[in-house]
């Protein structure tokens, strides 16, 4: 069983910056990979960024490489997702999700979500 809770979301201007986080409840968490993903309006859920739990190694979509940074803190049983420079461009519901096996960047080999939390970015 697995419990994902995101928060740190809300209402920027583009240029600023914001800082999401992802409290994770799991058996074994070590063993899990984490991913950050977005779905703008009208569109389909996408990759943003993700990292391996015990390695750390990370990887990052076009849209967010050199901007977004995600880390995770493995006494507070946190990932992070530190956005700057936002864009408008970046508005969206942002969700983090577990990844036990399979590709990074595919929403479907993910099997736990959380409920998100909405980044809005205006001019």
């Known amino acids: 069983q697995v419990q994902l809770a995101e928060s740190g979301g809300g209402l920027v201007q583009a240029g600023d910056s914001l800082r999401l986080s992802c409290v994770v409840v799991?058996?074994?968490?070590?063993?899990?990979?984490m991913g950050w993903f977005r779905r703008a309006p009208g569109k389909e859920r996408e990759f943003v960024a993700g990292?391996?739990?015990?390695?750390?190694?990370?990887h990052y979509a076009d849209s967010g490489l050199g901007r977004f940074i995600v880390s995770r803190d493995s006494a507070k049983h946190t990932v992070y997702l530190q956005m700057n420079s936002l864009k408008i461009e970046d508005t969206a519901v942002y969700y983090c999700?577990?990844?036990?096996?399979?590709?990074?960047?595919?929403?479907?080999?993910?099997?736990?979500w959380g409920q998100g939390t909405q980044v809005t970015v205006s001019e």
């Open positions: 999700g577990v990844l036990i096996t399979g590709m990074w960047t595919r929403v479907s080999d993910y099997p736990y």
């Open positions: 990292i391996g739990w015990r390695t750390g190694m990370t």
């Open positions: 799991a058996d074994i968490l070590e063993d899990y990979t």
